[in-house]
C-alpha cells in the first residue's frame, strides 16, 4: 500500500525503498540534461509569455542561475532549448495540455512548468499550477518546497505528476495514478499521506472521508496523541499508518488482522480509545465486555495484568469476543492461558467499579481437599487471602489425574497453587497430591519440607517441584532428554539434586558421568569454579561418551563456545573420588614418569585449574624431538607440545623430570644454576614457570647473529634481551648462553668474546690472531687487543 510512503516510522516498505530509487534521481535544483523540457518553457520570455502563473515582470527572475553544470541563467535556458520544442512559445495551459508529453523528454507539460516555477518565478508557481494538485483541505496551508523524506522528493515534485481535484467522498475514493512509476492508489491514501508533509496543518483535502475510530464520530480528537509502541502521533496520522485511510466497522472487519499483526478490534482497542473523548471505538460491539453490570465496565480505567493496560485494551486483547457467558465459555482458556472466568474476575476488581464479573454467578464451590470436612474455606493460607476465593476461582472443578492437575491456574499448575495452598486442608493432603512429581531417582530421598533458592525466590523443594514439574512425570533416557520449558527434562532436574538426600535424581543415570571408574563419580561435590555441585554441572552439560580416544576428541558445544570431550571431563575431575577423569587414558600426562602426576595439583595461571583439567586440554604423546617441538592448538593458542608439558610440569610432576625435557634448549650459560621452580614474568605478560619459559624459545646455536635475531615471530625483542630477563628470574643472576663470556688467551690474558661459543673447548683453539696491537702507556704489557680472523 502507497500510504506506507507517508509514513516516516515505514521508510523500509519495500514499495517506498522503490519509488524512493526512481525519485532520488531527481534532484531538485535541477540538471539541464534531465529536465530540458522545464528550460524550454522560458523561451514564452521572448514572446511576451511567462513560465509563472502570475505574468512576467519582476515575478520571472531571469537572471536566477538554473543549471549550475552550464552556468545557464533562466532566460539563456529559453534560447537553449527552443529548437527542441516549438510548441512552447504559444503554449496555452489547461487541465488537458498541462498533463500531455512534452516531446523530448518523458515528463509533462505540468512537471516542466512546475520545475520552472520553483526555479525563476518568485511564487514558485508555474503556468499549470490550478491544474496540479493541492492536496491541503486549507489551500494557503500547502508549502510546496516542504520535502517528503520518506519518498526522498518535494511536494511540488510529487503534486506535479497529479491533477487538481476536489474532496469528495467520490473522488477520495477515486484511484490515483503515478504512470511515471507505474503505480496506482487511492486518493484517500494518497492525499492523506501527502498531507501529513506538505500541509502546515497536516489536514488533507480528503481528511473528512478518512477512517475515524470512534463509535461516536463527533467524540474523534484527531489532534489528540497517541503512544504506538514507543512513538506518539497525532491520532489523525496513527489512524492512517496503522488502520488505514479508509474503515468500515463490522464483526468481520474488526476482527480482520491489519498491518500491526493484530486485530483492527485490539489495535484500535489498544491505541486508539485514547483518541475519542468518550474512550468508545468504532469495533467497540465487538469487544468482551467483562462485567455482571455491562453499565459498570470503565474501558479508560487501568489494570495491571503484568504491564498495565487500559480496560478496554485488556478486554479486547486477552478475552475473545462473548457476547454471553456460559459456565462452560468461564471454564474456557484465554491467549493469556488463563480461565475466561479467572481473567474476568480479575479484571473486574479494577474495571466493574468493583462490581462482580460476567462469570460470577458459575462460580461453584470448591473443596481442594481429599478429606472434605478437613477443608477450611475461610482459612487466610498466606496471610491474606482466603482459600475459598483462590479455590472457587483459579483451582475450580474438575476430576483430579495427572493432565488435569498439570493444568494452568494463573501463573503457575494447580498443583503448584494448591501446595501453597496445603493449609486450607487440615490434614495437609490436597486432591493433586497423588500426583505430585518426585524428581529423586529414589523416592524416598526427596526431602519435600528442604528449602531451596532459584533466583531470588527461596521456598520449599515441594513448592518449586510443584511449580516447575509436570504432574505424573515419569522418567526415560529419551524423557530426560525430551524439551520441557526451555531446556531438557535431565537439566530441568538437575535444579532439584539438592532435594534428594542422595544428590541422585530419575535422570542421574541419564546425565554426564565425567570419570574414568563411573562409580567414583560424587554428585554432590560443590565445585568452587563453578560455584555449584557436580551433579547441577552434569545436568546442565550434554550426554558425551568418553569411550575412545576419537571421542575424547570430539567437540561439545557448551552454548557459548566449543571445546573437546576431554577437557570437559578434565574440569569435573574433582567430581570423582580418585581425581581421575574419563579421558585419563588419551590426554596429556606431562611428566616423564607417568606415575609422578598430582592431577589435583593445582596450576595457579588461568585462575586456577587442576593438573587433570589441564591435561585435558591436549592429547597424549611420545616424546621425540619431532613431537616435542610440534605446535599443538591448546587452550586457543599455537603453541608447542614442550612449552605445554614444562608449563604443566612445574605444578605437576613434583620437581620431576618432564616429558620433553630432553627437547628444551638450556638457556642458562652454567645449566646448574638454572632454578626450575622460579617463576619468569616479562612486563605485564602473565608470568610463566622458567621450566615453560625455556621452552618457549625455539632450540638454536648461539652465536653472535642467532642472539641478536628476534626472540619471537612478529616480535622486536632479541633472543640476546629476552634472555637477559630470562637469566636474571630464572639462572639466579648468572649468565644466559648468549652472555658474551671472559675467556683466558696465552700469555694470560683476558678478552671479551663476542661469540660467547669461540672459547668453549679450548683456548689454544681460537682462530688465528691476525693482529696483536699494544695499549697505551698505562696499560700492563700483557693486555693487548685481539682482532680475530672471521
Known amino acids: 500500500s502507497l500510504l506506507r510512503l507517508f509514513a516516516p516510522a515505514l521508510t523500509c516498505h519495500p514499495v517506498a525503498m522503490a519509488v524512493q530509487a526512481a525519485l532520488a534521481m531527481q534532484a531538485w535544483p535541477l540538471r539541464v540534461a534531465l529536465f530540458g523540457m522545464a528550460l524550454a518553457v522560458a523561451q514564452g520570455k521572448s514572446d511576451g509569455m511567462s513560465p509563472c502563473l502570475n505574468g512576467g515582470g519582476d515575478n520571472f527572475t531571469g537572471t536566477t542561475l538554473f543549471d549550475e553544470e552550464k552556468n545557464m541563467s533562466c532566460t539563456a535556458a529559453y534560447s537553449y532549448y527552443t529548437e527542441l520544442e516549438e510548441g512552447l512559445l504559444n503554449f496555452n495551459a489547461s487541465a488537458e495540455t498541462c498533463f500531455s508529453k512534452v516531446a523530448f523528454d518523458n515528463m509533462t507539460f505540468a512537471e516542466a512548468y512546475s520545475y520552472m516555477g520553483m526555479t525563476c518565478c518568485q511564487d514558485g508557481l508555474g503556468l499549470c499550477s490550478p491544474y496540479t494538485m493541492n492536496p491541503c483541505a486549507d489551500p494557503s496551508a500547502y508549502v510546496m518546497t516542504e520535502y517528503i523524506g520518506p519518498m526522498e522528493t518535494w511536494c511540488f515534485e510529487l503534486m506535479s505528476q497529479l491533477p487538481a481535484m476536489e474532496g469528495t467522498a467520490d473522488t477520495c475514493a477515486s484511484e490515483l495514478v503515478l504512470a511515471k512509476y507505474n503505480m496506482t492508489m487511492s486518493a484517500q491514501e494518497g492525499v492523506t499521506g501527502a498531507a501529513l508533509s506538505c500541509c502546515t496543518d497536516r489536514v488533507g483535502i480528503c481528511d473528512d472521508f478518512s477512517a475515524n475510530p470512534c463509535k461516536n464520530p463527533d467524540a474523534y480528537v484527531k489532534n489528540q496523541t497517541t503512544r504506538v509502541g514507543w512513538s506518539y502521533y497525532q491520532c489523525s496520522d496513527a489512524m492512517f499508518m496503522f488502520v488505514g485511510s479508509s474503515f468500515n466497522a463490522s464483526y468481520e472487519t474488526c476482527m480482520e488482522v491489519g498491518n500491526m499483526e493484530m486485530t483492527h478490534k485490539d489495535t484500535l482497542a489498544a491505541y486508539f480509545a485514547g483518541c475519542c473523548s468518550d474512550s468508545v471505538h468504532v469495533c467497540d460491539d465487538f469487544v468482551t465486555n467483562p462485567c455482571a453490570d455491562p453499565d459498570k465496565f470503565s474501558p479508560a480505567e487501568y489494570v495491571n495484568l503484568g504491564n498495565w493496560y487500559t480496560c478496554g485494551s485488556a478486554a479486547a486483547l486477552f478475552f475473545p469476543f462473548i457476547e454471553k457467558p456460559t459456565a462452560e465459555i468461564c471454564a474456557n482458556s484465554t491467549p493469556i492461558d488463563v480461565t475466561v472466568m479467572l481473567l474476568s474476575d480479575h479484571l473486574a476488581k479494577s474495571c466493574c467499579s468493583g462490581e462482580d464479573s460476567f462469570c460470577e454467578e458459575f462460580k461453584v464451590e470448591v473443596n481442594p481437599c481429599v478429606n472434605p470436612d478437613a477443608y477450611n474455606a475461610s482459612h487466610l493460607y498466606d496471610g491474606e487471602t482466603q482459600c475459598s476465593d483462590t ?25 503448584g497453587l494448591l501446595s501453597i495452598m496445603r493449609s486450607c486442608c487440615s490434614d495437609q493432603v490436597t486432591i493433586c497430591d497423588a500426583y505430585a512429581p518426585n524428581p529423586c531417582e529414589n523416592t524416598a530421598a526427596f526431602n519435600a519440607s528442604q528449602t531451596m533458592a532459584m533466583g531470588s525466590s527461596i521456598a520449599s523443594c515441594e513448592a518449586f517441584v510443584s511449580y516447575y514439574i509436570p504432574a505424573g512425570l515419569e522418567t526415560a533416557e529419551d524423557t530426560c532428554a525430551a524439551s520441557i520449558m526451555g531446556t531438557t527434562t535431565a537439566n530441568l532436574l538437575a535444579f532439584f539434586m539438592p532435594c534428594c538426600t542422595d544428590m541422585a535424581t530419575k535422570c542421574s543415570e541419564f546425565t554426564l558421568n565425567p570419570c574414568f571408574d563411573k562409580a567414583a563419580y560424587e554428585p554432590a561435590t560443590f565445585l568452587d569454579t563453578f560455584e555449584t555441585s557436580c551433579g547441577m554441572i552434569a545436568g546442565y552439560l550434554p550426554q558425551v561418551n568418553f569411550s575412545s580416544r576419537e571421542l575424547c576428541l570430539e567437540t561439545v558445544d557448551l552454548g557459548e563456545q566449543m571445546m573437546p570431550s576431554s577437557y570437559v571431563a578434565g574440569m569435573m575431575s574433582e567430581c570423582c573420588a580418585d581425581k581421575i577423569p574419563a579421558c585419563a587414558a588419551y590426554t596429556l600426562n606431562p611428566c616423564s614418569s607417568a606415575d609422578d602426576l598430582e592431577m589435583q595439583a593445582m596450576i595457579a595461571m588461568f585462575g586456577g585449574m587442576t593438573c587433570a583439567a589441564a591435561g585435558s586440554g591436549a592429547s597424549a604423546f611420545t616424546p621425540s624431538e619431532e613431537t616435542c617441538l610440534a605446535e599443538v592448538e591448546y587452550m586457543g593458542s599455537k603453541v608447542r607440545n614442550s612449552v605445554v608439558t614444562q608449563w604443566m610440569g ?22 646448574e644454576s638454572f632454578n626450575t621452580s622460579a617463576l619468569f614474568h616479562m612486563g605485564n605478560e602473565t608470568e610463566l ?61 683476558e678478552i671479551a668474546a663476542s661469540d660467547p661459543t669461540a672459547f668453549a673447548a679450548d683456548p689454544q683453539a681460537v682462530a688465528a690472531v691476525t693482529t696483536v696491537v699494544a695499549e697505551s702507556a698505562g696499560v700492563p704489557e700483557d693486555y693487548v687487543n685481539v682482532t680475530l680472523d672471521a
Open 689 to 749: 614457570p622458567c621450566l615453560a619459559a625455556a621452552a618457549w624459545l625455539e632450540p638454536f646455536t648461539a652465536d653472535a647473529s642467532t642472539c641478536a635475531a628476534p626472540a619471537f615471530e612478529g616480535k622486536d625483542m632479541t633472543k640476546i634481551e629476552f634472555l637477559n630477563t630470562f637469566a636474571l628470574q630464572c639462572c639466579g643472576g648468572a649468565d644466559s648462553v648468549c652472555t658474551p663470556q671472559p675467556v683466558k688467551v696465552t700469555g694470560g690474558f
Open 391 to 415: 479455590a472457587n476461582t483459579y483451582i475450580g472443578v474438575f476430576e483430579p489425574d495427572a493432565d488435569t492437575c498439570s493444568e494452568r491456574a494463573g501463573s503457575m499448575s494447580k498443583l
Open 650 to 671: 612445574h605444578s605437576c610432576c613434583g620437581n620431576q623430570a618432564t616429558l620433553c625435557e630432553d627437547y628444551v634448549m638450556q638457556l642458562c650459560w652454567d645449566w
